[in-house]
């Protein structure tokens, strides 16, 4: 895991809200989770605050607050638009956010009691995210792009699976890098939708959350997660109820999932969670 690039702590979070936001800073501040990106604490029963420790998860925490107080309100499950947003300061380099706080585990290590239902859900919630997005929404060199710009990452990935595996694993690849390129607008795309970036809460997806990749793209990137949540009957119902997906952009999805699932098997050794989502999307994959 990266190194934080400037100390971040509960006081620092105190201290933040004490001065831009006294009406919360009585509240009990408790670290939920200090990973890549965000130093995450539950604050009270209502919130969480967000806090980037590095540059680049303070770009990311801008998208989430520009853009997902537009979005939410159209979408079917929840997601966490930030309800207070803070500025940086002298002691601080970055914004940072207050967002609501959804019940729930993470459907990495918890899974949903009704799997069909789930993928219904997901598909539904995907449908109403993939609109066309405005030009000036954010665009990522590494997601929602041709496949081809892939490809380099790909192969390289699969020198190190199984040979067993890597015969049918580059058939994959080369059926859906064969596909035609998304030839609609761009979409909006969650753009890291993953097993343990979406909320399961009572046996049900309950919300999507961590949405520090929203961009514009190819829906495929996002539809991928098809593969590393369900099997192939209920990815069907999945694709159902999304409704859009030609069998095109429903190819470079699983190309998609192909290639994340490579990059969590390749870079997840300290990381038992991630490791084990890409093993199960490789193993889906290749069926």
């Known amino acids: 895991m990266p190194a934080a690039e400037v100390p971040v702590s509960v006081e620092l979070v105190r201290r933040l809200l004490d001065e831009q936001h006294p009406d919360l800073a009585g509240l009990p501040v408790e670290v939920l989770a200090n990973g890549w990106d965000n130093l995450v604490c539950r604050l009270g029963e209502e919130y969480l605050v967000r806090l980037p420790r590095r540059a680049l998860a303070g770009e990311l ?56 239902s789930a993928a219904a859900a997901l598909g539904g919630f995907l449908a ?51 596909m035609p390129d998304w030839d609609g607008p761009p979409v909006w795309l969650r753009a890291d939708l993953h097993p343990a970036n979406i909320l399961v809460d009572r046996g049900r997806i309950s919300a999507v959350i961590d949405f520090g990749d929203i961009m514009s793209g190819d829906p495929a990137a996002d539809l991928s997660v098809a593969w590393m949540l369900f099997t192939a009957e209920q990815r069907a119902a999945f694709r ?48």
């Open 128 to 178: 109403a995210l993939h609109v066309p997005a405005p030009s000036e929404a954010p665009v990522n060199a590494f997601r929602g792009i041709p496949l081809a710009g892939r490809a380099e990452g790909v192969l390289s990935g699969l020198a190190h699976v199984d040979p067993a595996d890597r015969a049918t694993a580059q058939q994959v690849w080369e059926t859906a890098s064969a």
């Open 61 to 116: 925490v801008t998208h989430e607050q520009r853009w997902l107080p537009e979005l939410s309100d159209r979408l079917p499950l929840p997601v966490p638009a930030p309800v207070r947003v803070g500025q940086p300061t002298d002691q601080y380099p970055w914004s940072w956010s207050v967002v609501p706080f959804f019940p729930g585990r993470i459907a990495a290590r918890s899974e949903p009691d009704d799997p069909w």
């Open 240 to 287: 159902q109820a999304y409704g859009s997906a030609d069998d095109a952009t429903w190819e470079r999805a699983r190309g998609w999932a192909l290639a994340l699932s490579l990059v969590f098997l390749t870079h997840s050794a300290d990381n038992p969670l991630m490791l084990g989502i890409g093993e199960r999307a490789f193993r889906a994959v290749l069926e």
